[in-house]
């Protein structure tokens, strides 16, 4: 089915065997334009919200003995703990709270842009470009709250070395000699509110760890998301967040359920090995400039709702004779058109690993063309 004013040709006859259907029809959903599920982004994770205040230590009376004095220090150092306790746990809210102010100013960018897009824009809108590379500064400053995170975990992660020990030290004293009744009592006390802050620093590291995990992943899918974010604004249509985003899953039926049939009516026939079965899409250089990128998208979209865990091989398809009629094994320029198709499919968000180039000729076509199949 040709595309208008694109030359990028949809094939859905593959789709008929995916779907499991003897007619024709349309496996896959509705190309009439996007959601805004397709558009909106994946959402700030939520940050931990604990408020980590030490309950304090316990004052205790001199003994005069040896290990009353012991006591002593070991409040000392307990005391000084809970009070870096006091002071990360500070550090931890205002990051928090700078991180959440982050994102939000990030989204509200990423959303006004996506709103543009879904009514229509210019292509290269350079209104759109300059907010792109505000989004882009925008994100760098939450990679740096993240930076901020880490090393906090790392000043916790100290403190937490420290309170267990001094929780070893304080229980190893019960078997000091030349104490008295007071002071195993306040052992066990300073024992008690030990333990009671090697719990809370735990307690902090770990959700402190869960939101630097958190927040790394999500600055990870928002740089694949803003990559396609730049080609949409290039082509000044929206797409919707990046491939590389979306679950993968396993397809072993992929076989199954139709790839690698036969050919199809009016498709070109392909060497042993490459392609196979009906393309996806099917472009045709056959003027310098093709629009091939929208019609691509929505394709490898739709595919990918239907089979997650799908790859895709991309085939450079060159005229089988030359200008004058002769056998011709030229595929270079369908080749260089393969590879910006694959350029193209990456900065979706496709993962690499998932792609796959080959080249061939073909007795039925008169222009550069190139394939791509769902594997």
Known sequence: ?????????????????????????????????????????????????????PSGVSAGSPTGTYVGQKVVGYRTELTQLQTAIRDQNTQLQTVRNKTIQDSQAYHENVAGMNARLQVGTTPGNPILMNRWEQAQAQLNTINDDIILMNQLAAQISTNSAMANYLLDTVRASFSLSGAVDEDHRQLRVLEDETQQTVVLIERLLNELSQDVARQQQYVSNEK???????????????????????????????????????????????????????????IRFDRGSVDYETALHEAVNNALIRMPGAGFQVVAVGPAVNAV??????????????????????????????????ATTSPTVQYPEVHVFVR
């Open 1 to 53: 089915m040709a595309l208008r004013n694109t030359r990028a040709v949809l094939l859905m006859a593959a789709m008929m065997a995916l779907a499991g259907c003897d007619t024709i029809g349309t496996p896959f959903p509705s190309l009439s334009g996007p959601s805004s599920s397709t558009y909106a982004g994946s959402q700030p994770p939520r940050l931990g919200s604990t408020y980590f205040e």
């Open 325 to 358: 009629g002769q056998p011709s094994n030229n595929t270079a320029q369908a080749r260089l058109y393969a590879e910006r198709v694959v350029r193209s499919l990456q900065g979706m968000g496709v993962d690499p690993n998932r792609v796959s180039l080959a």
């Open 224 to 282: 694949q998301n803003l990559n396609t974010l730049a080609l949409a604004i290039k082509n000044g249509q929206l797409y919707g967040t990046s491939f590389a985003n979306r679950p993968i899953l396993g397809s072993p039926q992929m076989a199954a359920m139709g790839y690698g049939a036969g050919l199809g009516a009016g498709a070109a026939t392909l060497s042993p090995g490459v392609g196979g079965g009906q393309p996806l899409v099917m």
